[in-house]
């Protein structure tokens, strides 16, 4: 089994930052990608960051220049910078992975719980 616990989370004002954190545990023989997604009511669910086996990352042009995206192979960790954070940003924000999985090697998708992120005067 695969579980991925997402932190991080929470209220703040337009402008300020928070670090989101998404750890993977369990069968794991290599993580092949990391990323985040959100989803804000009545929208459908984007692709905020990810990042893959080799290190490339991809941004949303909405929060380019603003998110970071990195990750800690080493404990199977992902972050999420968030920095001058608007209203606009307000979704519960995915952690998604793809793993190889020990024994088997197959591959699968896993998604995180959620963590709510709201942006807020």
């Known amino acids: 089994q695969v579980q991925l616990v997402e932190s991080g989370g929470g209220l703040v004002q337009p402008g300020g930052s928070l670090r989101l954190s998404c750890a993977a545990s369990g069968s794991i023989s290599s993580i092949n990608a990391m990323g985040w997604y959100r989803q804000a009511p009545g929208k459908e669910r984007e692709l905020v960051a990810g990042?893959?086996?080799?290190?490339?990352?991809n941004y949303a042009n909405a929060v380019k220049g603003r998110f970071t995206i990195s990750r800690d192979n080493a404990k199977n960790i992902v972050y999420l910078q968030m920095n001058s954070l608007k209203p606009d940003d307000t979704a519960v924000y995915y952690c998604?992975?793809?793993?190889?999985?020990?024994?088997?090697?197959?591959?699968?998708?896993?998604w995180g719980q959620g963590t709510q992120v709201t942006v807020s005067s």
């Open positions: 990042i893959t086996s080799d290190g490339s990352t």
């Open positions: 998604n992975t793809e793993v190889t999985l020990r024994y088997s090697f197959r591959t699968m998708t896993s």
